[in-house]
């Protein structure tokens, strides 16, 4: 009796012991945070955070992820969402040369569209006043002044590397030039004039 309560006893010792240990096998993955953190540092020098913003967010969010499992004691979990930061980053840092060089062929293309948007801008302008159409002329030719003024700097921006700057400033640029032309063409009358 005496041997069977000691073999019983040592495998509820040992039982018990691994229930103990169980939740502590696991370490926190410190090293896969590090190489997380060191992955999206990478990534941001290279501006993947400017050129690939969505794709960076991710990455973040998995970094975060990580942490916040790691406070929880979910290590395996940690450790997944560590290196998916991780590999996330390292991906984002190997497109973002792609992703600025496509982002630059688009400024270049809106730059040449807003140049030729501003001349037709003017040529309304001027066919406005000739035909003495009532215009608020000084709101156009403002635009027309300060968009010739930006293109120059826009394409310096391009040719100085930066092109999210230049893109966006693009953007908005193009979209008022085209309410201005739009303004125009509504308080222009319908039709050519009769004599």
Known sequence: MRRGSRVSGAIGVAVLICICLLPGCAKPPTEEIAKAEKALGDAKLKEADVY????????????????????????????????????GAQLLSSQVDAAKAKMKTEAEQMLQEVREQTNELKAQVADAIKKKVPINREEAQTLIGRNEVDLINLKVRLETGKIRQAYDDLKVMKSQTAAQKEKLMASSPPGPEKK
């Open 52 to 87: 690939l913003e969505e794709g960076f967010k991710k990455a973040e969010a998995a970094l975060k992820r990580a942490r916040d499992l790691v406070a929880q004691k979910e290590y395996n979990d940690a450790k997944a969402a560590a290196e998916d930061a991780s590999s």
